[in-house]
Nanobody, 122 residues
């Protein structure tokens, strides 16, 4: 079992920044690929970014490239998502999740956090 807890969400104006954190406990954090997903009201859950076990390989959805940065600190069992130049369309509940695979497919992620709300006002 892996327990994941997201934090760092909130209300921010367009153009602002937020940093999300995902704290993990349970099985060895460094064994897993970690990912961020988001779900806006009335929309399906969407892949945002993922990072491999060492942090040396990352992937992003096109809409957040050059604005968001995913990172991890295995010593602290924590993953981060630095979000800059936020846009109203980034408004969603953001979830962190773990997988054995570096994939964009949500169904291949085994453990999920409860989510943290990010709201970007125009």
């Amino acid at each position: 079992q892996v327990q994941l807890v997201e934090s760092g969400g909130g209300l921010v104006q367009a153009g602002g920044s937020l940093r999300l954190s995902c704290a993990a406990s349970g099985r060895t954090f460094s064994n897993y690929v970690m990912g961020w997903f988001r779900q806006a009201p009335g929309k399906e859950r969407e892949f945002v970014a993922n990072i491999n076990w060492s942090g040396g390989s990352t992937n992003y959805v096109d809409s957040v490239k050059d604005r968001f940065t995913i990172s991890r600190d295995n010593a602290k069992n924590t993953m981060y998502l630095q979000m800059n130049s936020l846009k109203p369309e980034d408004t969603a509940v953001y979830y962190c999740a773990t997988s054995r695979f570096q994939t964009t497919t949500a169904t291949l992620y085994s453990y999920w956090g409860q989510g943290t709300q990010v709201t970007v006002s125009s």
